[in-house]
């Protein structure tokens, strides 16, 4: 049974993930070899594919690969579009929906290498093209040879035409694109991937403008002009009247109706009316907030606490998050942060917590810093510059599954908290049955991360304990560098229920699953993480391992690096 079992998740692990690389890999390798086989087998291409030979068909049958791709690339990027998702098919399937949206950004990383990939090859297919062009030049069908002659520049070509000055900028684009979306420089340089990720702007219109010169011309008198008659000479020709019925007439040449652009300027329309949608909203007096509170937190943070100045009309769910704009920092930047704290019945506002982590965070912290400093020089008075920000939001993220779930493991590093933290307080608040049982896993480097959200850990341990269900809510925090005991008591003295819940190093992964397949054996089990990829990787290898002893673990994990 067990070998059953193994053999069950391994099975099920594959196809989850790999059965959409599959499926778009499939479908991009049909949709490659019916261009290729027209464009090889179709007469009305027969004399370019002479001067061309199979470069013709590669560099065509990328084409449609490219246009569909340049369709469907937006689409993950469109939060709007996730929304409409989330709102209309949310009752119809939410795990699938909450898979989709936990595999949104691997949807745009995918669609984008397979971009690249194919750009490239259809690049490499063109520059033998430009050779084949001026190699294999023909006087008696120059009306289809983009070359001059035969001893025409491949340079010449390949930067001073429009086709070929419009493919190298496409091709540069993507690959600064490519380049400084990398990790490392998303986090590092965070304003360069931004502004580099909008050349995607530059390779649409160099996209559009690219086929306008027309280099490929089909046939169009096949009928009065049969392949292979450019082998026939005149003599063999007018002593045949047969032959002289095929090929009577001189082939003649023009470029094809253009329809692939319709396939990218989708994907762009929708991407424009989503950008056009959000920035209406996000300027809207529906979404127009004022700021309540802002201060510097121990530990590199800020708590900020804004309210809508109108009785929202979208509800915050607990799990959400919503995209922040200062204007007093950069006019551009949207950066993406998990509501910690939900607006109430009698008030009107709700609450972030923002760890400093890049140059966008650490420039609001300054001026936060900055403001406190001059609050206290002054004696109190509020400074007459003030921070405002606008929203953009909420959006659903797979947190806000949460309260789905009967029983969740929920694993935090640092400020991978926040998206249980508007959990615990809806748990304070309330009386809801689920989640039924919850363990909780936070990491934090430094001690003063924990002083951010004990108070609620701490209350919502004590409202359990009073309700006789201390089980209903397992905590185990690690304090993973630098551990100083005299620090710890000096902190949390006053709250034993913390102080003893707070261990030396990062937690032993096989002790914590082991503890819930003994709790729960062949029941489901909820794991949720938030925070870096390292983490996240760890936990998934751990789910799938401790599936294959008896326990139904369902992994979902959030981040937006």
Known sequence: MERVNKIYHSSRNFMFKYIIAFLWTSLNFVIFCKAFNNYHYDAEYYYLSKILGNGLCVSRGTAPVLNVTMALITLPTCKSFNLLLHKSFGRWSMRFLIYYLQRVKVLHLILGYSLLIVATIHSVAHFVNIINFISNYDERYREINWASGPDDNILRLLFATPTGFSGCIMMLALLAIAYLARRSNRDRFYNTFLTSHHLFLVFYGMMFYHPLSNIIKHQTNVD????????VDNNTLYSNDDLLVLCGEPPQFAPAIKRGWIWPFMGLSIYVIDASFRYLTSHSENLRVSTVQVYAMAGH??????????QSISKILPGQYLLLQCPLISTLEWHPFTITELPGEEKNDFALTIRVRGDWTEELYNIV????????TIGGVEPIRRIEFLLDGPYPSVMSNMLDCKRILFIGAGIGITPFVTIMRLLIRTNVDRPARVHLVWVARSLETFLWFTDEISRLQEKFWSQNKPDRFLVKLYWSQNYDEHLLAECFGDMPSIKSRIHRGRPNWNEVFMDLITLYPKKSVSVFSCGPKELTKEIRAKCKEYNKHGCNLSYFHEGFG
């Not at 810093?369 to 206290?376: D, S």
Request: charged fraction near 35%.
């Open 301 to 310: 943070a800020v708590h900020l606490r804004l309210q809508f100045q109108k």
């Open 369 to 376: 810093v900055q403001r406190e400093q001059c609050r206290r």
């Open 224 to 231: 009065k002009h049969k392949i292979m008659c450019d082998l």
